[in-house]
């Protein structure tokens, strides 16, 4: 099994950097809500994991 890491990004306010294994993917909020937009918010990885 792969580890995971999340930690935030420095100087943004809601990005975060997902770390699963060898891969690297970025969560944020829409810019509407103070976010720079940079990745799916993280509802929407959940829903993508729940198949939904």
Same mark, same amino acid.
């Given at each position: 099994m792969a580890s995971?890491? +999340?930690h935030s990004v $420095? &100087?943004?306010r809601f990005t975060q950097v +997902?770390? $699963?294994g060898k891969h690297q993917l970025f969560a944020d909020e829409p810019e509407a809500v103070? &976010?720079?937009d940079r990745?799916? &918010?993280p509802y929407e990885y959940l829903l993508a994991a729940l198949g939904g």
């Open positions: 995971i890491s +999340v $420095a &100087g943004e +997902v770390e $699963a103070g &976010g720079s990745g799916p &918010g």
